[in-house]
């Protein structure tokens, strides 16, 4: 299976804190992105990064890729309640057809 | 900003009765997707779709399910004979080449 794989499966946290989760795939890609997903609602993009990257920032969120070890990370700083959501890494091997494989997902809690 | 809508948001339909499943993509996109989320799983690739013709199908994607884009603004799910394991929520997708795919907020289908 080309699928990513996040971990934690849950992660619960203060306000303020830094939440980080993992994305583990096993084939080549030619990107990687997250997505977040309100519960009962659609997937909403966060970022991109293509395989020749190894680094990304938007806004509070950073996302690194190691392609010699097939993982990501995603990094997003300064939690807030409103982070709360799922959050799923999903990989594209191919350019154009944008066929998305995405992992199970991180179920993130950012506590008041 | 434009977004994709998909409609009904939930549908609830007898087992062996046929289901029609509505998106309308954002309007200078050239590729659509389904995806289909069953409940508490990930996020899976079932079809997509370019030039009027479908591009790549999942292994999911059976003799039961077919796509169309009948007027050139709406974009179809149609399967035919709904059975229980097909309750899951249904996400269309687009995009334009090389850009991150835009997700609706889903259709909830329940099987009964």
């Known amino acids: 299976s080309q699928q990513g794989e996040e971990d934690p499966q849950a992660l619960s946290i203060q306000e303020g804190e830094n939440a980080t989760m993992n994305c583990s795939y096993k084939t080549s890609i030619n990107n990687l992105q997250w997505y977040r997903q309100n519960s009962g609602r659609g997937l909403v993009h966060l970022i991109l990064?293509?395989?020749?990257?190894r680094e990304k920032h938007s806004g509070r969120l950073r996302v690194t890729l190691d392609t010699s070890k097939k993982s990501s990370s995603l990094l997003i700083t300064a939690s807030r309640a409103a982070d709360t959501a799922s959050y799923f890494c999903a990989i594209s091997s191919q350019g154009g057809s944008e066929k998305l494989v995405f992992g199970k997902g991180t179920k993130l809690t950012v506590n008041p | 900003e434009p977004e994709v809508t998909q409609t009904p948001s939930h549908q609830v339909t007898q087992m062996g009765q046929e289901v029609i499943l509505r998106c309308v993509p954002i309007?200078?996109?050239?590729?659509f997707y389904w995806y289909r989320q069953i409940l508490g799983q990930k996020v899976e690739f079932l079809v997509s779709f370019y030039n009027n013709e479908i591009s790549e199908k999942s292994e999911i994607f059976d003799d039961q399910f077919s796509v169309e884009r009948p007027d050139g603004s709406n974009f179809t799910l149609k399967i035919r004979s709904t059975k229980l394991e097909d309750s899951a929520m249904y996400f269309c997708a687009s995009n334009s080449v090389g850009s991150p795919l835009h997700f609706g907020n889903g259709t909830r289908l329940t099987v009964t």
């Open positions: 990064i293509r395989s020749n990257e």
């Open positions: 309007s200078n996109h050239l590729y």
